[in-house]
C-alpha cells in the first residue's frame, strides 16, 4: 500500500508545473492546488493527464497492480474564495465522480451541493429513524409456478417515516449502504424477523421459509455467519427457517472470499438464492462453484414478456441454466396471468409479484395466508 501511494505521489508530481502544489490528505486521497490554472478547460486537461497517468499498471515488487482514480474539480473564486470551502466543493464532486464511473473527472456545481444537504438530511433521518423503531417488516408471497401452493415469503423493508409516509427501500437502502447504517439496519431487520417467526410457530402456523436480502456490507463483515447462528439459536430457529438473497454485484471483487464465506453458510443449512439475476454480469464461470438453491429472474425479463422476443430468450436461457445446475427458478414481478402462462409453459418453478400479491404487513399477510386458495392453473 505505502509503495503503491509513494508512486502516486510521483506520478502526480510529474503532471504538473512548478509553484503547483500536491499533497495527501490521508488514506487514498490527494489534493493538487494549481495557481495557474486559468480557465475550465486548463483544469479538465490537467485532470485527462492525471487520469491517463495513474491509470497506467503499477510495478510493485512482483506484481502489477491496475488502479483508477476519481477526480472532482473546484475553481477559484467561482466555487469558493477560501480554502476549506474550495477543499468541501471539489470533495463533493469528487464523490459525484466516483458514482459515475471509476476514472472520470467531475466538476462542483452548486446544484451538487442542494443534493448533498438533501442526503445529508436524509442520511440523519435514517440515524433518528432507527432509533425510534420507524422501520418495519413487509412480506410478500412465493408460490410454487405449477401448483400454486406457497412456498415462501420474501422479507422487504418499509419506512414509517410519520412525515412522509411508507417510504420504499429503494429511497434509502442505497445511502444506507454507502453510510455504513445499513449494519445496524440489517441487524435490526435479521432479530425482526426471527422474533416474526418464533411468534407465527407459536400460533401454530406452518414454517414457511422467509427470504431476507443480504447487503454487500454484511457479507464482508467478519464474524456474520456467527451473528447469524446465534441469533436464529436466541429464538430456536433452525437455518433452514431462512433463505438468504444476495444480488450478483455483491459477488464481486472479492469473489473467493465471498465464495467461501457462502460455502459456510451453505453447510450451516440456509438456502442461498442469487437475486436479479440476469442484470449484474454475471460470472458464470464463479456461479457453478457457489452451493446455491434459486436463480430469482429479474422481473425486467418478466414485464417485457409478451413484447420482447428477447426477454422470451433469456428467461429460457436462465431456466436452462439453473436447471443443468440442479437449482430452482424464481420469477420476480409477475403481474398478469399471461405472464404466468408463458412462465409455466416454460418450466419456471416459483412466482412472485403482485399477481399473487403485493408486499404487506404482518396484520395482512396473516389475513391473506388464511384466505389464499391453491389456485389452479
Ligand atoms: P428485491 O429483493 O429484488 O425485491 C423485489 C422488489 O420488487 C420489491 O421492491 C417488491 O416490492 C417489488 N415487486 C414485487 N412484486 C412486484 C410486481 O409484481 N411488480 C413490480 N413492479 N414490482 C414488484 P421493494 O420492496 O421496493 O424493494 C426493492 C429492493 O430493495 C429489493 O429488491 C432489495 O434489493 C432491497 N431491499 C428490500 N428490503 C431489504 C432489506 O431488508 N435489506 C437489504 N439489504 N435490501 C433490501
Ligand atoms: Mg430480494
Ligand atoms: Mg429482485
Not at 464463479?286 to 422470451?312: D, N, W, Y
Request: aromatic share 6%; with cysteine; glycine share 8%.
Amino acid at each position: 500500500g505505502d509503495q503503491l501511494l509513494r508512486e502516486v505521489g510521483l506520478r502526480l508530481r510529474q503532471c504538473v508545473r512548478n509553484g503547483d502544489t500536491v499533497s495527501r490528505v490521508g488514506g487514498d486521497e490527494f489534493i493538487v492546488l494549481c495557481p495557474g490554472c486559468q480557465s475550465m478547460e486548463d483544469a479538465a486537461l490537467l485532470a485527462e493527464k492525471v487520469l491517463q497517468s495513474l491509470g497506467q499498471p503499477y510495478q510493485l515488487a512482483d506484481k502489477q497492480l491496475v488502479v483508477t482514480a476519481s477526480i472532482g474539480i473546484a475553481l477559484y473564486p467561482d466555487n469558493g474564495t477560501d480554502a476549506n470551502t474550495l477543499i468541501g466543493n471539489a470533495d463533493s464532486a469528487m464523490y459525484l465522480a466516483k458514482e459515475h464511473a471509476r476514472n472520470n473527472c467531475q466538476f462542483y456545481s452548486p446544484e451538487l451541493n442542494q443534493r448533498n444537504l438533501e442526503r445529508l438530511q436524509l442520511e440523519q433521518h435514517l440515524h433518528q429513524a432507527l432509533d425510534h423503531r420507524e422501520f418495519v417488516l413487509f412480506f410478500q408471497p412465493k408460490v410454487s409456478a405449477t401448483s400454486g401452493a406457497l412456498i415462501g415469503a420474501e422479507v422487504l423493508m418499509r419506512w414509517k417515516d410519520p412525515e412522509v409516509g411508507l417510504v420504499l427501500p429503494g429511497r434509502f437502502i442505497p445511502l444506507a449502504e454507502e453510510t455504513g447504517l445499513i449494519q445496524p439496519l440489517s441487524d435490526w431487520l435479521l432479530e425482526e424477523t426471527c422474533a416474526h417467526l418464533a411468534r407465527w410457530r407459536r400460533l401454530g402456523l406452518p414454517p414457511l421459509p422467509r427470504s431476507i436480502n443480504l447487503s454487500r456490507r454484511q457479507l464482508q463483515s467478519s464474524g456474520f455467519v456467527d451473528r447469524l447462528l446465534s441469533t436464529l439459536a436466541r429464538y430456536d430457529l433452525s437455518p433452514s427457517a431462512l433463505e438468504l438473497e444476495l444480488n450478483e454485484q455483491m459477488l464481486s471483487p472479492d469473489f473467493t472470499h465471498q465464495c467461501a464465506v457462502l460455502t459456510q453458510l451453505h453447510e450451516a443449512g440456509f438456502r442461498l438464492t442469487i437475486d436479479d439475476f440476469g442484470t449484474g454480469f454475471s460470472n458464470l464461470n464463479g456461479l457453478r462453484h457457489l452451493p446455491l438453491s434459486a436463480l430469482k429472474i429479474h422481473q425486467s425479463f418478466v414485464h417485457e414478456l409478451g413484447s420482447e422476443p428477447t426477454a422470451l430468450a433469456v428467461i429460457d436461457a436462465i431456466i436452462a441454466l439453473a436447471h443443468a445446475l440442479g437449482i430452482e427458478t424464481i420469477a420476480e414481478g409477475v403481474e398478469t396471468a399471461a405472464q404466468r402462462a408463458i412462465l409455466q409453459r416454460h418450466g419456471c418453478d416459483g412466482m412472485q409479484g403482485y399477481l399473487v400479491a403485493t408486499p404487506m404487513d404482518e396484520t395482512q399477510f396473516l389475513h391473506w395466508q388464511r384466505e389464499y386458495d391453491t389456485p389452479q392453473g
